[in-house]
């Protein structure tokens, strides 16, 4: 079948999916989207996080066909042309980073939280962020990163 | 494989009708997994979320009626004042994503043993309201609903609608088992909810019985021994009903626990909630 939405602004169509196939997969294998990391497959990582319709979810649980005419913004979309949004140059500046497969999920995650909170305290980010896996043991430097995005956003806004 | 998208609820039942072995579809937490390992090939998937009416809820008549498609995170932040037991349970599922698309119509569809709606549904007296095109709407006790693992009494050409819970007339809590805060699935769940004017104790038990469950037994002793104006919980009866809670469930042993640990951990989770619960009815009493 054919699928149509909206992906970081632009209207982008891809044709052969299969029904059962996952957002996760087009965005990656049909859009040309790698950003967005095909781990487990079911939920459990956070790794394929996406904002469909400005919520953010694990796209590798959205049918491909739930998506036809929403609206996705992906990893890859977060910047702004070459300025990279605060909360991604916060997570290179702290050093969150590590193999880096964790990170777009971690990213569009913690880009979520700071929208709806933009001074969480640390338990609010460690909710936000339960569902995002780091296997490198990265998170005291993720926490510092959000930490730090908050401020940078604070100062900016 | 097809892929059905009704935009209207009475789409929705006549593509159900036509073809009952379509899979429906909301958040797809659960469905999507099992497609994406290769456990299940429907020959359709009847995508719902795209019918608005489903995403809706309301409160008025003495309950909530909380439509198929609205997802927990709804639950959680706008209905825990309604219904705090089945919030409390909404709060434990996944994570935020998984509570961005996870719906406890869903839920009910899966009809998992460990699904977390279950038991505050079953606490609370729910109903489930399921729809066909050929055999209209019917009402279902969720005492009712749970026939075996993942079995329930849904019929192949019907789909939930709603759930309608009535609204707490009393302190609902709900505990749940995990080797995390977040992203578990349970090891076992309680659920407890107090109806004072009717001197009632509601219960239901999950993911420790081939399907979630009331414990009726305990439910008995309370409506006869329970001293609703007492001063104080007597610690005797409050052990008496959490070994009723423990001996209503049928665990096994799995992956996730053993048998044994699950009935003592029942034993402690329904002490505990039953205390929280009539500390809150003593507090709201003296109030």
Not at chain 2, 102 to 116: C, E, F, I, R
Not at chain 2, 216 to 229: G, Y
Request: some cysteine; overall charge negative; charged content about 25%.
């Amino acid at each position: 079948m054919r699928v149509t939405f909206t992906v970081n602004g632009r209207e982008e169509s891809a044709d052969g999916v299969w029904e059962g196939e996952s957002l996760l997969y087009v965005l990656r294998e049909r859009l040309g989207l790698p950003g967005s990391k095909n781990a487990c497959e079911q939920g459990e990582c956070g790794s394929c996080t996406v904002y469909l319709d400005g919520e953010p979810v694990c796209s590798c649980l959205v049918a491909a066909g739930q998506a036809e005419g929403r609206r996705v913004r992906t990893v890859e979309g977060l910047a702004e042309g070459d300025r990279l949004d605060p909360v991604q140059e916060a997570f290179v500046e702290c050093g969150a980073v590590q193999c880096g497969f964790c990170t777009p999920g971690l990213l569009v995650q913690a880009h979520d939280l700071l929208e709806r909170l933009p001074d969480p305290s640390d338990a609010e980010i460690r909710e936000a962020l339960a569902g995002n896996l780091c296997r490198c043991t990265g998170y005291e430097k993720i926490l510092d990163a959000v930490r730090l995005a908050a401020t940078k956003k604070g100062a900016a806004g | 494989m097809d892929f059905l998208r009704p935009t209207t609820w009475a789409e929705a039942l006549a593509a159900k009708a036509d073809q009952p072995e379509a899979v429906p579809l909301q958040g797809g937490t659960d469905v999507m997994v099992e497609i994406n390992f290769a456990v299940r090939r429907p020959p359709a998937l009847l995508d719902l979320t795209r019918v608005a009416e489903l995403r809706e809820w309301s409160v008025g008549g003495g309950e909530c009626r909380i439509g198929a498609g609205v997802p927990y995170r709804v639950v959680v932040e706008e209905l825990g004042g309604v219904v705090p037991g089945l919030a409390q349970a909404a709060r434990t599922v996944g994570s935020p994503q998984i509570r961005n698309r996870g719906t406890v119509g869903g839920n009910l569809g899966a009809a998992s043993p460990a699904g977390d709606s279950h038991p505050p549904l079953l606490a609370a007296g729910a109903v489930i309201e399921v729809e066909s095109r050929d055999g209209g709407v019917r009402t279902i006790p969720a005492a009712e609903f749970y026939l075996g693992v993942k079995r329930s009494a849904l019929r192949p050409d019907e789909l939930i609608r709603a759930v309608r819970v009535p609204s707490a007339p009393g302190p609902q809590y709900f505990s749940k088992v995990g080797t995390r805060n977040a992203m578990v699935i349970a090891v076992c769940s309680f659920a407890v909810a107090l109806d004072p004017a009717r001197r009632r104790v509601g219960t239901g038990i999950g993911s420790a019985a081939p399907t979630p469950r009331r414990a009726e037994e305990a439910e008995d002793l309370m409506a006869r021994e329970l001293d609703w104006d007492g001063p104080t919980l007597d610690p005797a009866l409050v052990e008496r009903f959490g070994r009723l809670c423990a001996r209503a469930a049928a665990p096994i042993d799995d992956v996730r626990g053993t048998a044994a640990y699950r009935l003592r951990a029942l034993d402690v989770m329904a002490r505990r909630t039953l205390t929280w619960a009539w500390n809150d009815h003593r507090g709201r009493r003296a109030a």
